[in-house]
């Protein structure tokens, strides 16, 4: 699994040096299925936060995120991906109350995503992420995703991040890594 978070660390992360990146938690599902994921506490010490993940989930859906717990329509977001037969897109518009980081993820093929927090913990502008995601099925549609996404409400800073499977559960073996990035 270091491996494979690692490979992604490189592949779409925020430009500054790997010895600029610390770790803060991880988190990996055992055999009981869950509905969500919590990264809390998180210290005020870093310039970005980085979160990577490989998930299975309990059938195909579009994860979501939501920060400090913030259930209000304050969220926006915007998708494009391609498939390798098409390319798309598609916005998800101010007002809704979570924004999506991946695409179809499933038991039978796992997904993967990098997702950057840009100031996160600047008290002066909005939030933004960054989000790199990308499947394989095995011979049927494979995809590349990019993800943006922003979140609207008073300059708070990000002290939670909550991962939730849409509708379904993350399964044994998803893995998620939450990074503090320093500087840049």
Do not use: C
């Not at 598609?90 to 840009?118: E, G, K, R």
């Not at 995703?145 to 409400?153: E, H, K, N, R």
């Amino acid at each position: 699994m270091s491996l494979i978070l690692g490979i992604l660390a490189q592949s779409g992360g925020a430009a500054v040096a790997a010895s600029s990146y610390e770790s803060i938690s991880t988190v990996t599902v055992g055999g009981t299925a869950v509905s969500s994921i919590s990264f809390t506490s998180i210290p005020a010490t870093f310039t970005h936060l980085q979160i990577r993940g490989l998930i299975n989930t309990s059938g195909a859906t579009n994860p979501t995120y939501q920060f400090n717990s913030d259930t209000g329509s304050n969220y926006a977001g915007h998708h494009l991906w391609g498939t390798g037969t098409g390319a798309f897109a598609n916005a998800q518009t101010p007002s809704t109350s979570t924004i999506y980081f991946n695409h179809n993820p499933s038991a039978s093929f796992p997904s993967a995503f990098v997702m950057d927090i840009l100031d996160y913990a600047s008290t002066t502008k909005n939030k933004t992420t960054r989000i790199l995601a990308g499947s394989d099925t095995n011979g049927g549609t494979a995809e590349i995703a990019l993800w943006s996404g922003l979140w609207m409400i008073s300059f708070a800073a990000i002290s939670s991040v909550q991962l939730y499977g849409n509708g379904v559960n993350f399964t044994q073996y998803s893995s998620f890594a939450l990074y503090g990035i320093k500087g840049a």
